[in-house]
C-alpha cells in the first residue's frame, strides 16, 4: 500500500474528492493540493458555499428538481409554458434541457427508469405525482425526454400506458443525426432510427 504523504485530515479531503464523478485517485490528490495552495481563493469559499448548500438543499415537492426552495424555481416562474410537462430520468438531465434552452416548459423528475436487472420497479419512481400532475386542467402535452437505451424506452411505454386515459399528448424525443455529425460515423442503431423519422425539407 502507498505511503501517506498528508495528514488524515488532508487525506481525508483527498479520499472524499476521488468519490466525485470524473475524479481518480490522482487527479483528487491534484484537486486537494490545488485547493490547499489557493486556500483564501477557493478553499474557504468552497467549504463556505457547500455548506450554506448543504443547508438549504431541498427536493422540489412537485416535480423532484433540487433547488433551496419548494416549490423549485422553476415550478414558480411564471413565465414558463405549464401547459407542457418535460420528463426526465435525472436532475442532471434536467439541468442539461435547461442548458440548451431548447424549452420553456415545466419539469418532472422520474428519479431513475424502471431496470428490471437493478430492480428498478415502478413504485420506485415519481409516478403517482407525474399522474396527478398531468391531469390537470391546462396540461395538453407530456414530452418523454428520456435515454435512448432500452431502460429508457421500456419507462417510456410504461408512462405512456400510465398516462393513455388523460386527454394529453404524449411524445417523445427524436432520435437521429447529432448536430455537427457526419452519417459514417454513426452507428447502425442511430441512423436507421434517422431514416425512420425523416421529416419533410
Ligand atoms: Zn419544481
Redesign the pocket.
Known amino acids: 500500500m502507498a505511503q501517506s504523504v498528508a495528514g488524515p485530515e488532508i487525506e481525508r479531503l483527498i479520499q472524499l474528492l476521488a468519490r466525485l464523478p470524473g475524479l481518480g485517485p490522482r487527479s483528487a490528490r491534484r484537486a486537494a493540493l490545488h485547493l490547499i495552495k489557493k486556500r483564501e481563493t477557493l478553499l474557504n469559499p468552497l467549504s463556505d458555499a457547500m455548506r450554506v448548500a448543504n443547508e438549504r438543499i431541498v427536493v422540489?415537492s412537485?416535480?423532484g428538481?433540487v433547488?433551496t426552495s419548494d416549490?423549485?424555481t422553476?415550478?414558480r416562474d411564471h413565465r414558463r409554458d405549464a401547459s407542457i410537462l418535460v420528463v426526465v430520468e435525472d436532475v442532471s438531465d434536467l439541468w442539461a434541457l435547461e442548458r440548451s434552452g431548447a424549452i420553456n416548459a415545466l419539469?418532472h423528475v422520474l428519479g431513475g427508469v424502471l431496470s428490471p436487472l437493478d430492480g428498478v420497479r415502478p413504485e420506485h419512481l415519481n409516478l403517482d405525482r407525474l399522474v396527478e400532475r398531468a391531469s390537470r386542467p391546462g396540461v395538453v402535452e407530456v414530452i418523454l425526454a428520456l435515454s435512448a437505451t432500452v431502460d429508457g424506452q421500456t419507462t417510456a411505454h410504461y408512462v405512456t400506458d400510465l398516462l393513455s386515459h388523460l386527454p394529453v399528448k404524449v411524445t417523445k424525443l427524436a432520435h437521429g443525426v447529432p448536430v455537427g455529425g457526419e452519417l459514417d460515423y454513426l452507428d447502425e442503431g442511430t441512423l436507421s432510427a434517422a431514416i425512420r423519422q425523416r421529416t419533410a425539407f
Open positions: 422540489c412537485s416535480c428538481n433547488d416549490p423549485c422553476i415550478c419539469y
